[in-house]
């Protein structure tokens, strides 16, 4: 079955950003697949709340109608700073290759950007070698 030309499975690049720059902007990189029912994957970025230098991952889990993408990002772990989850919305551009919206937390919110790191034909390229089998000699 062919996927979709605006899938979001792949690896994604982002940064979010704090409101009135309270922090640092924050890299990313997800690894989402999508599914006929929502999608889901993993998140690492630095920690930034105590500058440990340590790296911390997530889970994410969400929805995509159309163009609009709506996940939630729940911390592996759960330490201090990280304990609740993280709510985005944010619209996919039309050609599938970037995501621009905003994150909430409690009463804090912010703005986050995410692109992918490789295009999507390259992808699929990538995805149907992974399904040829490889003869014996």
Do not use: C
Request: charged share 20%; glycine share 12%; hydrophobic share 35%.
């Amino acid at each position: 079955m062919a996927r979709s030309p605006l899938s979001l499975t792949g690896q994604w690049h982002g940064t979010y950003a704090y409101p009135n720059a309270l922090g640092p902007a924050t890299p990313f990189i997800a690894d989402i697949v999508e599914t006929e029912t929502g999608f889901g994957g993993s998140i690492i970025e630095p920690e930034t709340i105590l500058a440990t230098g340590d790296t911390m991952t997530a889970d994410l889990a969400g929805h995509r109608a159309a163009l609009a993408v709506d996940f939630t990002k729940t911390y592996r772990g759960r330490r201090y700073g990280y304990e609740y989850p993280v709510d985005y919305v944010g619209r996919l551009s039309a050609d599938g290759m970037s995501i621009e919206g905003v994150w909430s937390l409690l009463d804090m919110n912010g703005t986050f950007e995410m692109h992918r790191e490789i295009g999507l034909g390259e992808t699929q390229q990538n995805e149907e070698r992974m399904k040829v089998p490889i003869g014996r000699n």
